[in-house]
C-alpha cells in the first residue's frame, strides 16, 4: 500500500466502513471514471458521511490509489500449490488469471487507469506493481521448474501476450465480446509453441 493511500493517524478505524467506502468507491469509478467520479458520489453509494471517506483516505487520489491495489489483489494469482506437473499447474495459473482480467470490472479498470495516463502516472505504475508484474513472477517461477531459469522472465511476458491474444484488445476497445474458451484454445496454442521452441531454439545467425 502506498503512503498516501494509508488512513491518517488517528483513533481506531472501523474496517467494515472502509470496505464499504471501498466498494462504493469500485461501483462509482468504474461507472463514471476517476475523473468524473466524485467523492460525494463515493459517499452516497457506500452510505457514510464524506468526512468519513477523508478520515479513511487523505484525499481522491489516495482512495483512488487504494481501489487500484485492492482490485489487483485477486488477480495476482499464486502457483498452484497440488502436486500436478508444473506445466499443468501452469495452465491452471494462466487460465485464472485470464479470467481474472477479462472480467467486466477488470476491463472498466483498466481503460480507466489508461484515460488517467497523463494526469496520474503514479497510477499507472502502481497498477502494474500490484497486478501484472506479479503474475509474470508467478508464471516465471513456475516455467523455471522444468525450464530455463535464464529466459523464465522473457518466456513469462510472451505467455501473458499470447494468452490474451487479440481477443484482450477485443474486450478492452469494446468491438468483441470472445467467448471464454477462445482464450482457452490461445493459451494451449501459447504453451505448445513456446515448449517446442525452448527443446529446439533458433540458433542465431551468422554472419
Known amino acids: 500500500m502506498t503512503n498516501s493511500a494509508l488512513p491518517r493517524p488517528g483513533r481506531v478505524l472501523d474496517p467494515a466502513k472502509r470496505a464499504a467506502i471501498l466498494e462504493g468507491a469500485r461501483v462509482v469509478f468504474m461507472r463514471e471514471g476517476f475523473a468524473l467520479g466524485s467523492m460525494d458520489a463515493v459517499a452516497a453509494e457506500a452510505g457514510v458521511g464524506k468526512q468519513t471517506i477523508y478520515r479513511h483516505f487523505r484525499s481522491k487520489e489516495a482512495l483512488v490509489e487504494a481501489l487500484v491495489e485492492a482490485m489487483c489483489a485477486p488477480e495476482v494469482v499464486r502457483p ?80 501473458v501476450q499470447l494468452a490474451l491474444g487479440d481477443g484482450y484488445q477485443e474486450l478492452v476497445l469494446g468491438t468483441g465480446s470472445p467467448k471464454p474458451e477462445v482464450f482457452g484454445h490461445q493459451i494451449d496454442a501459447a504453451l505448445a509453441l513456446l515448449e517446442v521452441t525452448s527443446h529446439h531454439p533458433v540458433c542465431p545467425a551468422e554472419d
Do not use: C, K, N
Open 80 to 159: 498452484p500449490t497440488r502436486p500436478l506437473p508444473a506445466a499443468q499447474r501452469l495452465r491452471e495459473l494462466l487460465l485464472a488469471f485470464v479470467t481474472g482480467v477479462t472480467s467486466p470490472d477488470s476491463i472498466r479498470l483498466y481503460r480507466a487507469i489508461v484515460a488517467e495516463a497523463d494526469r496520474m502516472p503514479d497510477l499507472g505504475r502502481l497498477f502494474w506493481e500490484a497486478g501484472p508484474r506479479q503474475v509474470r513472477v508467478a508464471i516465471a517461477q513456475l516455467w523455471a521448474e522444468e525450464h530455463d531459469a535464464e529466459t523464465a522472465p522473457v518466456v513469462a511476458e510472451q505467455l
